[in-house]
């Protein structure tokens, strides 16, 4: 293929490709204060791992996702907040866009802490309103669960950002800079107890105090250093998509909705099974 990113296609390459099959990946960022890297990092991660999601399981990959609930680095002023229900109901409306083209395993990714408060909630409503069951997948879970091997430090995950810059043909983007690359504690740190009383930015609200808190990121004093912090970020990223087994995690999707609708038979109350019938 030409290529696997949706908005880069022609019409009648998409046309082409739903012949043969019906995955599209969707990666749902953010822009936001992110220490020595470019706002929009956690979009650009996501965009990597959907890429190389998509190239495992003959899948397409929507882009262009990146202004969502950002969370506590609202206090950036290159921070874009969108509020979740928002990020909810356009999300949806892209789901239902996708559906009603012809993609019906579509798989919702994201490595943003607080993205899973947008889209499990729209993931869940969805099969209601459809019957279709479409996937959330939350990548740095996945990466803790799937490559503990890999993932070894904070260091990986800035040799991921950089990677993930590279598979996407921006590498040039990220800046030569040693800004924000001294740790320190967080200026939140006091009351890490309570925040920790949910999953992960779905406790309580608050917002950073400095734009240090998100996040310590390491010096990139040279060109030569940034390669490298590339080049160990992509195989992190390939490694861990390889893991994944998106072949078998599609695979499970459509025998799942073949599950769903013999369970609609016996339970015709179910509110996806209603819907279906009252449209």
């Known amino acids: 293929m030409r290529t696997r990113i949706l908005p880069k296609m022609l019409n009648s390459e998409v046309e082409e490709y739903l012949q043969r099959n019906d995955i599209i990946i969707v990666p749902v960022g953010t822009v936001e204060m992110h220490g020595g890297f470019p706002l929009d990092s956690e979009t650009v991660i996501s965009e990597a791992y959907a890429l190389r999601m998509a190239e495992a399981c003959d899948g397409l990959v929507l882009t262009g996702l990146p202004y969502f609930y950002a969370g506590a680095t609202a206090s950036g002023r290159g921070t874009v907040q969108v509020s979740v229900r928002q990020g909810i109901d356009y999300l949806s409306a892209v789901a239902h866009s996708l559906l009603r083209q012809g993609f019906k ?42 490559a503990q091997d890999l993932f070894t430090s904070l260091d990986c995950f800035h040799a991921i950002t950089v990677g993930a810059y590279q598979i996407m043909g921006r590498l040039q983007d990220i800046p030569l800079t040693g800004e924000f690359s001294a740790p320190t504690q967080q200026s939140c740190a ?36 940034r390669q490298e912090l590339a080049d160990e970020g992509q195989s992190i990223i390939e490694k861990a998509v390889a893991a994944m087994d998106m072949p078998h995690v599609t695979d499970q999707m459509r025998k799942l909705e073949q599950y769903n609708k013999d369970v609609e038979k016996t339970h015709p109350w179910m509110p996806s099974a209603y819907n279906k019938k009252e449209s």
């Open 105 to 146: 395993r579509q798989v919702y990714v994201s490595f943003h802490g607080p993205a899973h408060m947008t889209c499990s909630p729209m993931v869940r409503d969805f099969f209601d309103e459809t019957g279709v069951p479409i996937l959330y997948m939350d990548l740095s879970m996945q990466l803790g669960k799937l």
């Open 190 to 225: 006091p009351f890490n107890d309570i925040f920790g009383l949910a999953y992960q930015s779905a406790a309580i609200g608050y917002c950073f105090a400095k734009q240090s808190d998100h996040m310590p990121t390491t010096a990139i004093p040279d060109e030569k250093t």
